[in-house]
């Protein structure tokens, strides 16, 4: 290992240290609605409220301290957090993050939202769309999406625990519980794909029951891609336009 790699590990080891001791808290992109002074304001309008979250968002200096918004736990940024200790345990051998990697997945799996079929995710904080104000408690396909990858990512270090099963779940909250418009190009599992090059990729494929393809440009070699059963292997993704024209031929 040279010396820019083992200062670039430094910084990984650095950075999670700052994040585990500050619980993981931090702003979001779209959190400018939980501002106790907008909250204050006699009125209630939603063009106030997108101009607000807006301009928070996007001010060149961050506004949030001076307006009262909170740091708080965002489940996908947990989810990445996750992912990022399970890599760091990868590079150092260090238990430590293993064990931080699985607590944090464990934290997503008790806080996730009640009342849904399968494991969803939602937001941290309510959001101001075009028509209505997107509630946090309300669970999404991103946040979803991190946290299926994360509990597909530790379940080869924990087969036990049974992660895989949960993230299994998942697929019962996209097919049941989102709200889906009919139309000409709806989804359609049997003319759809999920390429990807790792374990977590075919192993969606496998849970939303949708054809994969893996992908040998990345970390894994053939041998290692050939034992997930991934419907076809390709060398990288310049292959893929030709194969999916045969496929629909």
């Given amino acids: 290992m040279n010396c820019f790699e083992t200062s670039l590990i430094q910084t990984i080891c650095e950075t999670l240290e700052y994040s585990k001791e500050h619980e993981y808290r931090g702003y979001a992109k779209a959190d400018g609605l939980n501002s106790k002074f907008l909250q204050n304001l006699p009125i209630d309008n939603k063009w106030i409220n997108l101009i607000f979250q807006e301009s928070v968002k996007r001010a060149p200096i961050n506004l949030r301290p001076f307006l009262g918004i ?3 736990r965002v489940p996908k940024g947990i989810a990445l957090f996750s992912l990022s200790n399970l890599n760091t345990f990868e590079l ?11 607590k944090l997945v464990d934290w997503l799996i008790k806080n996730q939202p009640k009342g849904y079929p399968g494991f969803c995710l939602t937001r941290a904080h309510k959001k101001q769309g075009l028509n209505k104000i997107i509630k946090p408690t309300i669970p999404n396909i ?3 999406s991190y946290g299926v990858k994360a509990l597909l990512e530790l379940n080869k270090y924990f087969p036990g625990e049974q992660y895989q099963n949960i993230a299994r779940t998942s697929s019962k909250f996209v097919f049941n519980s989102l709200d889906y418009d009919e139309n000409d190009e709806a ?7 999920i390429v990807g ?7 969606a494929g496998e849970i939303l029951d949708i054809k994969t393809i893996g992908v040998l440009s990345g970390e894994r070699n053939r041998m290692k891609i050939k034992q997930l059963g991934p419907d076809h292997i390709i060398e990288d993704i310049t292959e893929l336009p030709e194969l999916l024209f045969f496929e629909n031929v």
């Fill in 92 to 102: 150092t051998k260090k238990e430590k993050y293993l064990l931080e990697s699985k």
């Fill in 187 to 193: 989804f359609e599992k049997e003319n759809s794909w």
């Fill in 142 to 144: 991103v946040s979803t």
């Fill in 70 to 72: 909170e740091k708080r």
């Fill in 197 to 203: 090059d790792t374990e977590a990729d075919i192993m």
